[in-house]
């Protein structure tokens, strides 16, 4: 049985298995808000009981433009 490749990126640098999305969200420092947001339309099975982690998510999102946009 033949070894899997091994990567030569160091540890937690490994971009290939991340999601384009959430390597985003990281960077926003919003990644827990969108994790919130999922986990409650997971737990409901319906968006529109879930709009306090969604405005709370796009405060975060909001501040972060802003902040991006005054640099």
Same mark, same amino acid.
């Given at each position: 049985?033949?070894?899997a490749?091994?990567s030569? $990126?160091?540890e937690?640098?490994? *971009?290939? /298995?991340?999601d384009?999305?959430?390597?985003m969200?990281?960077?926003?420092?919003?990644?827990?808000?969108?994790?919130?947001v $999922?986990?409650?339309?997971?737990? *409901?099975k /319906?968006?529109?009981?879930?709009?306090?982690?969604?405005?709370?998510?796009?405060q975060?999102?909001?501040?972060?433009?802003?902040?991006?946009?005054?640099?």
């Open positions: 049985m033949e070894k490749a091994t030569k $990126l160091p937690g640098n490994n *971009t290939e /298995d991340e384009p999305v959430e390597l969200l990281k960077r926003t420092g919003c990644l827990e808000k969108h994790y919130s $999922l986990e409650c339309i997971s737990e *409901t /319906d968006w529109r009981l879930c709009q306090q982690v969604v405005a709370e998510f796009r975060c999102m909001d501040a972060y433009k802003q902040k991006k946009n005054k640099v």
